[in-house]
């Protein structure tokens, strides 16, 4: 039986080898309709109504759900919490972006290089992407002979919902309500009575679009987020046990093809991989000497796929695997080295230079009177 109050540092747990094995598990799921073209039935999709990739994307939710409540807990301040979410996901993301732009598009449009940077589209691919919520998934003339045609990164819709799950923690922890136990379990109730409200629009998600389509995704990664802060915020109280997974399983099977079976499986799954990611087995945690290269992966590996679907027509799934993991492991590698753990480094001093303007701008009005 693992305590959860018995964790400790990074590298003092599983949950990067974890969220490597989710990142890599996304990859693998969309070769598939990208070899294969859009509507593709990928793995897993037959047998949980949910595909390999929405599976990853679940165990990345619970695992930030978790570690995002203990950062804001951690933190002296609002501001080093913001600056430090900021400068983990944008520098990573600002350079495959333009690495998308400027190099890749270039490669693989079918356009002529002066009609291709000229295009209204090209210019709009980088403020509309780092908006993280109006996502532009193509560029003139880029992969539109592909199976799956005029999508460069189709990975990158579920940023804008990490943040909004970043917001909720903000709103969580500036309220108070993870002082005292009591006011957590009131936002608990608060968030089911919410959660059971769009929970009708999730059965006819198929037929949505626009916002619809947006809370239905909501509805469905903020579920395994917020048992990620409960199991932090209730940490002191819970163990974790085998016994306790095969139960959980248990209720999963038993309300397979029942309306709630995605709750009680998503339950059981972060209840597994919080037991996986605290196991303490030494040769699992090695790999944290060696560095996170998830988000890398994350974020390279559809462009990889893209291109190796370009390269090799009529190439199979597995041919897109063999093919483009490697090289989506040597961007990731480049990625984590030298973009994402300098911009890292450097998460205090850019805390502290904002709170000064920050100070400053409070103090400008009246220096001015």
């Not at 996304?26 to 070899?35: E, K, N, R, T």
């Not at 290089?113 to 880029?142: E, M």
């Not at 390269?311 to 993991?325: A, D, K, M, N, Q």
Request: proline residues 4%; contains cysteine.
């Amino acid at each position: 039986m693992i305590k959860l109050t018995a964790f400790g540092s990074e590298s003092n747990n599983n949950f990067n080898l974890l969220r490597m094995i989710a990142a890599s598990a996304v990859l693998v799921s969309h070769a598939y309709p990208i070899s294969l073209g859009e509507g593709t039935v990928e793995p897993l999709e037959s047998l949980l109504k949910m595909n390999l990739g929405t599976l990853s994307v679940i165990t990345f939710f619970a695992i930030s759900g978790f570690f995002i409540l203990q950062s804001f807990d951690h933190r002296n301040s609002l501001i080093s919490f913001c600056v430090a979410r900021i400068l983990r996901i944008y520098p990573g993301l600002i350079v495959v972006l333009m690495l998308t732009l400027l190099v890749l598009g270039p490669t693989f449009t079918a356009m002529a290089q002066s009609d291709y940077f000229c295009n209204r589209a090209t210019l709009l691919y980088l403020p509309h992407n780092i908006s993280l919520k109006w996502l532009q998934y193509d560029l003139p003339g880029v992969f539109r002979d592909n199976p799956f045609p005029d999508t460069i990164n189709g990975s990158l819709w579920s940023l804008f919902y990490e943040v909004v799950c970043y917001g909720m923690v903000v709103a969580v922890g500036v309220l108070g309500l993870t002082r005292r136990k009591w006011r957590f379990s009131a936002f608990l109730g608060v968030y089911a009575l919410g959660y059971l409200t769009l929970k009708p629009i999730t059965l006819y998600s198929h037929d949505l679009a626009g916002l619809s389509f947006v809370l239905v995704r909501f509805h469905q990664l903020t579920l395994p987020f917020v048992v990620g802060m409960t199991f932090y915020q209730f940490r002191s109280f819970l163990r974790l046990n085998w016994l306790v997974c095969v139960g959980a399983g248990s209720v999963a099977v038993l309300t397979y093809g029942t309306a709630w079976f995605q709750e009680s499986f998503v339950v059981f799954w972060c209840y597994l991989i919080f037991y996986l990611g605290f196991l303490p087995v030494g040769p699992l945690r090695v790999y944290n000497l060696i560095g996170d290269y998830s988000y890398g992966m994350y974020i390279y590996a559809f462009p990889c796929e893209q291109i190796a679907a370009a390269l090799c027509r009529g190439i199979s799934p597995l041919g897109v695997i063999i093919t483009s993991l490697p090289i989506t492991l040597g961007c990731a590698v480049l990625s984590w080295h030298l973009v994402e753990r300098r911009a890292l480094a450097h998460r205090a001093v850019a805390a502290n230079w904002v709170e000064r303007k920050f100070l400053l701008l409070r103090r400008a009005p009246t220096s001015a009177q």
